[in-house]
């Protein structure tokens, strides 16, 4: 029995260890990221460049933060465009792989993207 709880203490510890470790990465990046933000002169972009630190911070706090794989990035464009089919989603893709033209911000309410392709005649 000394055995077993000997084994989950050490399990523990190691869990904690590292939890630590990711607090302290995620506590750096996130100074980081308010030095970024101190640079931006728009007000607007300003509170929410710091609120997404802060929300970040918040994030990896709970182990809920993921930003060492762009796979989540990838699987989300990729989600965006299983509405089309063939050459609409060629288009979409293109689109979100940042081809094309690119206007507006969140901030502003949303991001249109267009891309201009020949059609050729039937």
């Known amino acids: 029995m000394t055995h077993k709880f000997h084994w989950l203490a050490m399990a523990m510890l190691t869990s904690l260890a590292a939890q630590a470790d990711t607090l302290a990465d995620a506590q750096a990046r996130y100074k ?4 970024a933000c101190a640079s931006i002169t728009d007000n607007d972009a300003l509170k929410t460049c ?9 994030e990896a706090k709970r182990n809920r933060l993921d930003d060492t794989s762009d796979s989540a990035y990838s699987k989300n464009l990729s989600q965006r465009c299983d ?4 050459d609409e989603r060629a288009a979409c893709e293109a689109r979100m792989h940042g081809e094309g033209r690119t206007e507006g911000s969140v901030t502003e309410g949303g991001i249109l993207r ?8 039937p």
């Open 32 to 35: 980081e990221d308010m030095a």
């Open 50 to 58: 710091r609120l997404e630190a802060r929300n970040a911070l918040a």
């Open 114 to 121: 267009e891309i201009a392709r020949p059609i050729p005649k």
């Open 83 to 86: 509405v089309h089919t063939g």
